[in-house]
């Protein structure tokens, strides 16, 4: 039982727009700073969002970040089939003092 | 341009102990946090604990608290995590993750150490 809530799975049709949630607590993202990752089949994460809604460089504007409150949303715009992963949302955890993730969301691009 | 390249995979028995390595290349070593991050088949990613190499300064999640140690070695840029007490459970792929230098979020990733208990 991950600490973050993310919808095990979410859709959308190439070239359309998807948000993913992620939802915590003041003890994590309501007071820290939220990071998502792009998991593709068999190979390591990889950093898409920092800082709630900061991109690394190489990453495409596709990819945006927000948080508000307790809960923070990942956002893909222009969808394609190579967007088709596991995306995970992460930050510290105060109280556990801890880094947490979500349960991760698997995006299928139909 | 830093780069985490970790050891390869292993069979551990129940109750053995098993040692990942971590090496970096590129970049200034002891001045990065590093993290260890587990994901078990099918499962999502679980943080484990990390270390300042610099400091030497380990702190562990809760639940390995006594069964993993996170040691760096700074004369080879290279850090460690041993679990210790392995059952079927601890069955994952193991990464060392850097963290990124003015951020709390994990930049840089090894390839992974695929990690099976089993008798």
């Known amino acids: 039982q991950s600490v973050l809530t993310q919808p095990p799975s979410v859709s959308a049709a190439p070239g359309q727009k998807v948000t993913i949630s992620c939802s915590g607590s003041s003890s994590n993202i309501g007071n820290n700073y939220v990071s998502w990752y792009q998991q593709l089949p068999g190979t390591a994460p990889k950093l898409l969002i920092y800082?709630?809604?900061k991109r690394p460089s190489g990453i495409p504007d596709r990819f945006s970040g927000s948080k508000s409150g307790t809960s923070a949303t990942l956002g893909i715009t222009g969808l394609q089939t190579g967007d088709e992963a596991d995306y995970y949302c992460g930050t510290w955890d105060s109280s556990l003092s801890a880094a947490v993730f979500g349960g991760g969301t698997k995006l299928t691009v139909l | 341009q830093v780069q985490l390249v970790q050891s390869g995979a292993e069979v551990k028995k129940p109750g053995s102990s098993v040692k990942v390595s971590c090496k970096a290349s590129?970049?200034?070593?002891?001045?990065?946090?590093i993290s260890w991050v587990r994901q078990a088949p099918g499962q999502g990613l679980e943080w484990m604990g990390r270390?300042?190499?610099?400091?030497?300064?380990?702190n562990y999640a809760q639940k390995f608290q006594g069964r993993v140690t996170i040691t760096a070695d700074k004369s080879t840029s290279t850090a460690y995590m041993e679990l210790s007490s392995l059952r079927s459970e601890d069955t994952a792929v193991y990464y060392c993750?850097?963290?990124?230098?003015?951020?709390?979020?994990?930049?840089?990733w090894g390839q992974g150490t695929m990690v099976t208990v089993s008798s």
């Open positions: 800082d709630n809604n």
């Open positions: 993750a850097r963290v990124a230098p003015i951020s709390s979020a994990f930049d840089i």
């Open positions: 270390i300042i190499p610099i400091l030497g300064i380990a």
């Open positions: 590129g970049g200034t070593f002891s001045s990065y946090t």
